[in-house]
């Protein structure tokens, strides 16, 4: 009988001991996972747990507002594009051309079934009217194609002349 009660009463401590090793892993385990949330949200500082679940939820908010902004913009300048593209009159391509100071920044977007442009073309186009290309991108978004260049004048005191760009871009886009 005493052997029927040390295997009892060593189970239950058993029971006990590896109900407390399980919290005591759940407790690490949510100390690690705040430990990752505050790297995230307030990587300068240590915050207590209520504030820094405050501080996440306000940060999700934040990026979920950014997000839907970003949507926004972008169903814009493409929602426009299908409505006329539904009447079978596409605005496409679009160019559009802001300088500032010496900097001046390109867009152009282009349905894919229209006549291929070559990115160099149009950097070239730069090049020979005087600016240094910073930035050429080009992408391809559904059926679409997304140009940008940004380019700075050589010559500061000289500038670019934007209507010059211009009129050879839709040179070569037309």
Same mark, same amino acid.
């Given at each position: ?29 949510? *100390? ?20 820094? =679940? ?9 990026? *979920?507002? *950014? ?15 299908? *409505? ?9 391509? @679009? ?7 010496? &900097? =001046? ?9 229209? @006549?291929?442009?070559?990115?160099? @073309? ?5 090049? /020979? /009217? ?24 050589? =010559? ?10 211009? /009129?050879?871009?839709?040179? &070569?886009?037309?």
């Amino acid at each position: 009988m005493e052997r029927a009660r040390e295997i009892g009463e060593g189970s239950a401590s058993s029971l006990r001991e590896q109900r407390n090793l399980r919290e005591k892993e759940r407790r690490m385990r949510m *100390k690690h996972l705040f430990s990752i949330l505050s790297s995230h949200v307030s990587p300068t500082r240590r915050l207590p747990v209520p504030q820094l =679940i405050d501080q996440a939820v306000s940060y999700m908010i934040q990026l *979920k507002e *950014k997000v839907n902004y970003l949507n926004e913009m972008k169903r814009r300048m493409l929602g426009g594009e299908v *409505k006329n593209r539904s009447d079978g009159s596409s605005l496409l391509p @679009k160019l559009s051309i802001r300088s500032l100071d010496s &900097i =001046i920044e390109m867009n152009l977007v282009m349905d894919l079934n229209m @006549k291929g442009v070559m990115l160099h @073309k149009l950097v070239s186009v730069f090049e /020979e /009217e005087g600016a240094q290309v910073m930035s050429a991108n080009l992408q391809n978004l559904n059926d679409r194609t997304f140009y940008t260049i940004i380019a700075q004048a050589i =010559i500061c005191r000289i500038g670019i002349d934007p209507s010059r760009i211009e /009129e050879r871009l839709r040179d &070569i886009i037309s």
